[in-house]
């Protein structure tokens, strides 16, 4: 299993506008096919920069899914957000993969 994972440190200033746009952002990465589902999340530590952090993670189908939504999908994606929020927004991606998955399950 493999995550994609997108961690973005936002300018206060633009905050609001960012949250309600990227609720609006990740239905339309699902609807590339390419993932199970995604997770939106507060990075609960502050930054030196300021700002507000989230890291948006989506689990991919398997690392060919993820591959064909670089090819085809991710440039036009990314630059909506990019335009929006240009000098306001720090982006980086990383790729995790998933080793082990572990739960607890109480009676």
């Given amino acids: 299993m493999i995550i994609y994972n997108v961690t973005v440190n936002i300018d206060n200033s633009i ?10 952002h990740i239905p339309q990465v699902l609807a590339t096919g390419h993932f199970k589902e995604a997770k939106l999340t507060k990075v609960l530590v502050e930054e030196e920069m ?5 890291s948006i993670q989506y689990r991919a189908h398997s690392r060919e899914a993820l591959e064909d939504y670089y090819a085809n999908h ?3 994606l ?4 990019l335009k ?3 000098d306001k927004m720090l982006a980086f991606r990383t790729e995790l993969e998933v080793v082990d998955e572990y739960s607890v399950n109480f009676k």
């Fill in 15 to 24: 905050h609001n506008e960012w949250l309600t746009w990227i609720k609006e």
């Fill in 50 to 54: 300021g700002g507000v952090t989230y």
């Fill in 74 to 76: 991710a440039e036009g």
């Fill in 78 to 81: 990314r630059q909506d957000g």
């Fill in 84 to 86: 929006r929020f240009a």
